[in-house]
């Protein structure tokens, strides 16, 4: 373990993040169908290389190819029994990918179910999936956790809690938000306000947004969520809306349309960037010249 | 708008809309016995209650909860309804077959489809997700359905669409059924490029073009 957490770096500056993880392995062949944390055991190569990719761009913590690794995601691809298997190999991995100092956020994604009453999913059988995944992404040595792109407090809040009944580290919840006219909200309807303080309240250490928007559209939301918080701000965009041509996804937004936007995150606290969907390691160099921090490790 | 009746009495398209299965059900049954028919109490107030939940989830005024259990109300209140509404008219508006396509396993979307497509009288048959071309084929074959709907989430599953409907062609299906493709990075252009016979933008939209594409003229 690391003597500075992430979080103690986080709270007295901008910490560079890593970029797209799916749409990277896709460019390196990961095909329609193929579960892409499979790679942790299949192809660990490609995964370490991306890992490396973004720390060599300036990424100063990384998430683990285990977006779609707990059980009961993997259960849609009959691969639930390897669930431990595949998030211990992402620990591993991004371990063994990246220089020292670098941090290693263990991700978990959602798991794609709606909770009773709405959905037939209930909560211990979340609490079981999630239990699964830190324990084996603990065991892999990450430094931080990460429940990402959530679209149910409810979800992540039970994330947050299970997650800090295994570890004193720190805990990053963020939720994937749509663009309303009356303003930003979750699929299951969580405000702004609301998501924030309930994963806070549920003890989530950094709060923030990543994916379903592109930088422009997620500038105001990282405004709005600035002012539920004092703890420091995740913030991963997407580079634009997936476009098909021909055959493969391309993202619209391009790496000087994708950093206009960010400096008013920087200016608006904050403290943990990176990108999401479509972008790839140059997008991270540009973040990282603004960022203006070189090798600035704990 | 309203949803009571002209006479002021409670509709039971307000109890569809704030999800209240049981009150559904009962307001259903009353106006059966009352002899109301069947039909007419679907089109004046089932239907226009899942319009309105419709229109409000896409404009952000009602979000997935509430459209989860709007839709199981209007469940309810057709199982009130399907035995006379199949007694009156031996088949359903039409049916549909619907997947997720390969590769992707999503399907929050196509379940708010299905409860929309079976609230407005659609038979539906769902294949699941991550389904593929072979099951497709198979399925259609088997159901000889009116209208096949496919979902994806990913724009990285988008061209297992196009090889489903060149499937259908290569098995001379494709005249038999039509097609609607839908999900988050799916548009018009892309519907039409594959030579799909629709593109629906939400889960209203699905219905209203069933409908469409099953109008025939009378």
Same mark, same amino acid.
């Given at each position: 373990?690391?003597?500075?957490?992430?979080?103690?770096?986080?709270?007295?500056? @901008?910490?560079? $993040?890593?970029g797209g993880m799916g749409t990277m392995l896709i460019d #390196?062949?990961?095909? /329609?169908? &193929?579960?892409p944390?499979?790679?942790?055991?299949?192809?660990?190569?490609?995964? &370490?290389?991306?890992?490396? /990719?973004?720390?060599?761009?300036?990424?100063?913590?990384?998430?683990?190819?285990?977006f779609?690794?707990?059980?009961?995601? $993997?259960?849609?691809?009959?691969?639930?029994?390897?669930? #431990? &298997?595949?998030?211990?190999?992402?620990?591993?991995?991004?371990?063994?990918? #990246?220089?020292?100092?670098?941090?290693?956020?263990?991700?978990?994604g959602?798991?794609?179910?709606?909770?009773?009453?709405?959905?037939?999913?209930?909560?211990?059988?979340?609490?079981?999936?999630?239990?699964?995944?830190?324990?084996?992404?603990?065991?892999?040595?990450?430094?931080?956790?990460?429940?990402e792109t &959530?679209?149910?407090?409810?979800?992540?809040?039970?994330?947050?809690?299970?997650?800090?009944? $295994?570890?004193?580290?720190? *805990?990053?919840?963020?939720?994937t938000?749509?663009?309303?006219?009356?303003?930003?909200?979750? $699929?299951?309807?969580?405000? @702004? /306000?609301?998501?924030?303080?309930?994963?806070?309240?549920?003890?989530?250490?950094? @709060?923030?947004?990543n994916c379903s928007l592109d930088s422009?559209?997620?500038?105001?939301?990282?405004?709005?969520?600035?002012?539920?918080?004092?703890?420091?701000?995740?913030?991963k965009a997407n580079a634009g809306r997936a476009e098909?041509?021909?055959?493969?996804a391309s993202y619209a937004q391009?790496?000087?349309?994708f950093?206009?936007?960010?400096?008013?995150?920087?200016?608006?606290? *904050?403290?943990?960037?990176g990108g999401c969907c479509g972008t790839n390691?140059?997008y991270?160099?540009?973040?990282?010249?603004?960022?203006?921090?070189? #090798?600035?490790?704990? | 708008?309203?949803?009571?009746?002209?006479?002021?009495?409670?509709?039971?398209?307000?109890?569809?809309?704030?999800?209240?299965? +049981?009150?559904?059900? +009962?307001?259903?049954?009353?106006?059966?016995? %009352?002899?109301?028919?069947? !039909?007419?109490?679907?089109?004046?107030?089932?239907?226009?209650?899942?319009?309105?939940?419709?229109?409000?989830?896409?404009?952000?005024?009602?979000?997935?909860?509430?459209?989860?259990?709007?839709?199981?109300?209007?469940?309810?209140?057709?199982?009130?309804?399907?035995?006379?509404?199949?007694?009156? %008219?031996?088949?359903?508006?039409? !049916?549909?077959?619907?997947?997720?396509?390969?590769?992707?396993?999503?399907?929050?979307?196509?379940?708010?489809?299905? %409860?929309?497509?079976?609230?407005?009288?659609?038979?539906?048959?769902?294949?699941?997700?991550?389904?593929?071309?072979?099951?497709?084929?198979?399925?259609?074959?088997?159901? +000889?359905?009116?209208?096949?709907?496919?979902?994806?989430l990913l724009t990285t599953?988008?061209?297992?669409? !196009?090889?489903?409907?060149?499937?259908?062609?290569?098995? +001379?299906?494709?005249?038999?059924?039509?097609?609607?493709?839908?999900?988050a990075p799916?548009?018009?252009?892309?519907? %039409?490029?594959?030579?799909?016979?629709?593109?629906?933008?939400?889960?209203?939209?699905?219905?209203?073009?069933?409908?469409?594409?099953?109008?025939?003229?009378?």
């Amino acid at each position: 373990m690391k003597a500075r957490t992430l979080l103690d770096v986080a709270v007295e500056r @901008v910490v560079l $993040l890593d970029g797209g993880m799916g749409t990277m392995l896709i460019d #390196c062949g990961l095909k /329609q169908g &193929q579960v892409p944390e499979l790679w942790n055991l299949d192809h660990p190569e490609i995964v &370490q290389e991306v890992h490396r /990719q973004y720390t060599s761009a300036g990424a100063e913590a990384v998430l683990t190819n285990t977006f779609g690794a707990s059980s009961i995601k $993997l259960a849609d691809s009959r691969l639930s029994d390897r669930a #431990c &298997q595949i998030n211990y190999a992402g620990a591993e991995i991004a371990l063994k990918a #990246c220089p020292p100092g670098t941090y290693v956020i263990g991700d978990i994604g959602p798991t794609g179910k709606i909770l009773e009453p709405y959905g037939d999913l209930s909560e211990s059988e979340l609490r079981d999936s999630l239990e699964r995944q830190v324990e084996s992404l603990l065991e892999g040595g990450v430094d931080a956790l990460i429940l990402e792109t &959530q679209m149910d407090l409810r979800e992540a809040a039970i994330g947050v809690a299970v997650a800090k009944s $295994l570890t004193s580290l720190p *805990v990053i919840v963020s939720f994937t938000f749509n663009k309303t006219k009356r303003g930003y909200f979750t $699929l299951m309807g969580n405000s @702004v /306000q609301a998501a924030i303080s309930g994963a806070l309240d549920a003890g989530a250490d950094v @709060v923030g947004t990543n994916c379903s928007l592109d930088s422009a559209e997620m500038k105001d939301l990282v405004i709005e969520i600035g002012k539920h918080t004092t703890a420091p701000v995740y913030a991963k965009a997407n580079a634009g809306r997936a476009e098909l041509v021909g055959e493969t996804a391309s993202y619209a937004q391009s790496v000087e349309d994708f950093m206009k936007s960010l400096p008013e995150f920087l200016e608006h606290g *904050v403290r943990l960037i990176g990108g999401c969907c479509g972008t790839n390691p140059s997008y991270i160099s540009a973040l990282h010249r603004l960022v203006g921090r070189s #090798c600035h490790r704990a | 708008m309203t949803l009571d009746r002209p006479d002021g009495s409670e509709g039971a398209g307000r109890f569809i809309i704030e999800g209240d299965q +049981q009150k559904a059900r +009962q307001i259903t049954s009353e106006a059966l016995s %009352s002899g109301v028919a069947a !039909k007419d109490f679907l089109d004046r107030e089932l239907i226009p209650a899942m319009d309105v939940v419709g229109a409000r989830f896409k404009d952000g005024d009602m979000f997935l909860p509430e459209v989860l259990l709007a839709a199981r109300a209007m469940k309810a209140a057709m199982s009130v309804l399907q035995p006379e509404l199949s007694r009156v %008219s031996a088949q359903a508006r039409g !049916k549909v077959v619907i997947g997720t396509v390969e590769g992707d396993v999503h399907d929050i979307g196509k379940s708010i489809v299905i %409860s929309m497509l079976e609230g407005a009288g659609f038979e539906v048959i769902d294949l699941g997700t991550n389904v593929t071309a072979e099951t497709f084929i198979c399925q259609i074959t088997e159901h +000889q359905p009116h209208v096949l709907c496919m979902s994806a989430l990913l724009t990285t599953t988008m061209p297992a669409m !196009k090889e489903v409907i060149r499937r259908l062609k290569e098995n +001379q299906l494709r005249e038999k059924v039509k097609v609607i493709i839908g999900g988050a990075p799916v548009t018009e252009s892309f519907a %039409s490029e594959i030579d799909s016979d629709a593109y629906a933008e939400d889960a209203g939209a699905t219905v209203t073009i069933c409908k469409r594409l099953l109008s025939r003229p009378e």
